[in-house]
Every structure is written in C-alpha cells, then in structure tokens.
C-alpha cells in the first residue's frame, strides 16, 4: 500500500529564511509518481512538480527545489529566500502506476507560514 | 481558459436532503476525481474517473455518487446527506491516467459543504 508522510505539521519562519518541507513516501511499486500542490489561504489546490521514479534528476524552478532521493523514499521542498506570498499549505502526493492504481495518497500537508 | 469549475461554492444543507456538486472540465481531459480534505487529514479520493462511463471508488465512497455520461462533467451526488459529510470538496483532471506527462492533476476551485 502507498504511504505519504509530511511530518512537519506547520513550519514558521521569516521572510528571506530558506525553508525545507519534508516527504517521505512508500510503495512497492518500481513506478510511480510524486507530486507538490501548493493551497494558499485562498483555498484553491496549484500543482508544482511532478518527478517519475525513474527519473532522480533534481529540479529547480526559481526560488523552488526538490530533492529526489530513492535511497531514503524522499521528496523534499525547499523554498529558498522565503515571500510572504509561500505562505501556505503544501500537500505532497504519490501515486503507484503498477496495478491499475488511480488512487494517488496525498500527505497530510505542512502548513508554511512566513512572517515578515 | 482552461480549467475545472464546481458549483456550487457554498452550501449548507440539511440531513437528508439531496444534493448534487456539479463539476465541468473543459481540456479534454481522461481523468476526473473527487476529493473531500478534512483537517488533519489530508485530501482523500472519493471517487474517479478513467473515462466516459467508467467510475470507480475511491479510498472513500460510502455516502456518495458520481457519474460520467460526458467526457467534460463528472457531478458527485449525496443522496441523503449526513453531518460527517462536511467538509471542503475538490473535483480534480488530469490529461491522462498513464504514466509520463499529463498525469498531474488540475483542481476546481473546492466547495465547502455544510451539512446540519
């Protein structure tokens, strides 16, 4: 069965601090996918990345970074020089691609609040 | 623009009384889900949607029903409504549900549900 766990149930930092949201996921499958929406406090779900298993190229997209490690089943986020405007709630995701799975496990998410 | 609407936003209701979430895509895409989000619990699937007619639950089903006679909506239906159904609902696309680009999936804009 596919697992995601956010530990960090809310994380607070200042304006400019480099922030890290942890994933950690399991599965059994060799294939799958993971995934990061963001849900400001408007309330609407964004989608940011996916990363495929079989591809543990780390990205990087503006002030965005995930940090894809099989080795440890993790998918971290970092934010670097953090804005008021990342204040939010992040949700990490996983979904199995063996088995017919179209049920993706999403994270209970991290709450980020930066403060100015 | 592309994007997924729901309707209504609001809606508070009462026990038992019948009510439908109507959601419409306009991308063309394969997959359709639901998705209800619950503090402290994440988002979880209640229902989903491979293609024209072809539903399947969820990690949530009981209380709920869809249906997908076009390829564009995919309604959730609450035949008789029950308090512990209040929650914030979110009908989801996605391209495809194969694997590679296009599996991500794109969020309504979530409506919340009051049940009393």
């Known amino acids: 069965a596919q697992k995601v766990t956010q530990a960090q149930t809310e994380i607070s930092v200042v304006e400019k601090e480099d922030v890290t949201l942890d994933c950690v996921y399991e599965t059994r499958d060799t294939t799958y996918y993971l995934f990061w929406y963001k849900q400001p406090p408007s309330g609407e779900l964004v989608f940011l990345i996916r990363?495929?298993?079989?591809?543990?190229q780390n990205e990087i997209s503006g002030r965005y970074s995930w940090n894809f490690q099989k080795s440890t089943s993790s998918f971290n986020f970092t934010i670097t020089a953090s804005q008021v405007v990342d204040s939010a709630v992040y949700f990490c995701a996983l979904r199995e691609s063996s088995g017919g799975s179209y049920i993706p496990t999403f994270g209970r998410g991290t709450s980020l609040i930066v403060h100015p | 623009e592309a994007q997924v609407t729901q309707n209504p936003r609001y809606l508070i209701t009462v026990t038992g009384k019948k009510l439908t979430v109507t959601c419409s895509q306009n991308m063309n895409h394969e997959y359709m889900s639901w998705y209800r989000q619950d503090p402290g619990l994440g988002l979880r699937q209640i229902y989903y949607s491979m293609n024209v007619e072809v539903t399947d639950k969820g990690d949530v089903p009981e209380g709920y029903k869809v249906s997908r006679k076009e390829k564009r909506n995919f309604p959730l239906i609450l035949e008789s409504p029950s308090p512990n159904q209040t929650s914030l609902y979110f009908c989801?696309?996605?391209?495809?549900?194969?694997?590679?680009?296009?599996?991500?999936?794109?969020f309504g804009p979530g409506t919340r549900l009051t049940v009393l």
């Open positions: 989801a696309s996605s391209l495809r549900t194969s694997g590679g680009r296009g599996n991500e999936q794109f």
């Open positions: 990363r495929n298993s079989f591809d543990e």
